[in-house]
C-alpha cells in the first residue's frame, strides 16, 4: 500500500494543489485545516508522513509537532513562511525531519517528501547487528537506541545522528559530516546538529550516563564507550 501523507495546511487553493501532486506521486493523502482536525487525524489514520504547516488556527504546528513527538517518530516536514533561522531551529528542535519555506514549488516538496520517507525506510531496512558504545546498543533494524537496557525517546533525526557516531566510536564527526548522515537530502544548517545532539545528552543524562557523548572543540563530536 502506498504511503499516507498527512497535509495540515489552512490555506485551501494551497493544501489542494499539494493533495493533487501528492496524489499524481501515487501517494494517499489526508488533509486538515487546523491543528486540533490534524491530532485528530492523525491518530484516527496513523499517516506514514505529516506535512505540517506551523501557521495554523486553533494549535499552532510546532504545538501539533510536540504532541505527535510524543507518541512516536512519525516523519514530519515542517512548513513555514518565514525563512528566519530562528524558526526553522526550533522546529527541528522540537523533533521535525525537515522543512519547506514558503513560496515553495510543489515538485520540491514532493522531492522532500521522497527523501524522508526513504530515510525513514533505510533505517527499517538496515540488517545490520545492533551498535554498541559502552552502555549504548543501536539497534538499526529496529530503530531504536537503549542505555542500560532502557530504550530512548528520541526523533529520527536524533536517531541518525547518534548512530551514525556509534559506527566509529571515539572518532570525532564534523558537524557537516553528520548533517549529511542525518538529513543529507535537507537545506538545514549546521547548527542545528548542536540543536539535536544538545536534547541526545539531555536524554543520556537522563538515564546516568553523563560520559558518552563529548563535544570536540572546533571540530563536532564522538562518542566515547567508557568515562
Known amino acids: 500500500m502506498s504511503a499516507l501523507i498527512l497535509i495540515v495546511e489552512d490555506e485551501p487553493q494551497l493544501a489542494e494543489v499539494l493533495e493533487a501532486y501528492a496524489r499524481q506521486e501515487g501517494y494517499r493523502t489526508e488533509r486538515a485545516s487546523d491543528g486540533n482536525l490534524a491530532l485528530t487525524l492523525y491518530r484516527a489514520a496513523k499517516p506514514d508522513l505529516i506535512l505540517l504547516d506551523i501557521m495554523l488556527?486553533?494549535?499552532?504546528?510546532?504545538?501539533v509537532l510536540k504532541a505527535v513527538r510524543a507518541d512516536g517518530p512519525?516523519?514530519?516536514i515542517m512548513v513555514t513562511a518565514r525563512a528566519e533561522e530562528s524558526d526553522q531551529i526550533v522546529g527541528l528542535e522540537l523533533g521535525a525531519d525537515d522543512y519547506v519555506v514558503k513560496p515553495f514549488r510543489p515538485r520540491e516538496v514532493m522531492a522532500r517528501i521522497k527523501a524522508v520517507l526513504r530515510?525513514?525506510?533505510?533505517?527499517?531496512?538496515?540488517?545490520?547487528?545492533?551498535?554498541?558504545?559502552?552502555?549504548l546498543?543501536?539497534?538499526?533494524?529496529?530503530?531504536?537506541?537503549?542505555?542500560?537496557?532502557h530504550p530512548l525517546s528520541l526523533t529520527?533525526?536524533?536517531f541518525r545522528l547518534l548512530a551514525h557516531l556509534a559506527e566509529a566510536p571515539g572518532r570525532a564527526f564534523t558537524r557537516e559530516e553528520l548533517l549529511a548522515a542525518a538529513l543529507p537530502d535537507s537545506e538545514a544548517l549546521e547548527r542545528v546538529v548542536d540543536a539535536h545532539l544538545a536534547s541526545v545528552r539531555r536524554k543520556l543524562e537522563a538515564e546516568q550516563v553523563t560520559f558518552l557523548l563529548h563535544t570536540v572543540r572546533g571540530v563536532g563530536y564522538r562518542l566515547e564507550a567508557s568515562p
Open 156 to 158: 529520527p533525526a536524533e
Open 137 to 149: 546498543e543501536v539497534d538499526r533494524r529496529a530503530v531504536v537506541a537503549r542505555v542500560n537496557g
Open 74 to 76: 512519525t516523519p514530519v
Open 119 to 135: 530515510r525513514a525506510g533505510s533505517a527499517l531496512d538496515d540488517a545490520e547487528k545492533p551498535l554498541r558504545v559502552g552502555p
Open 57 to 63: 488556527p486553533a494549535r499552532s504546528g510546532l504545538e
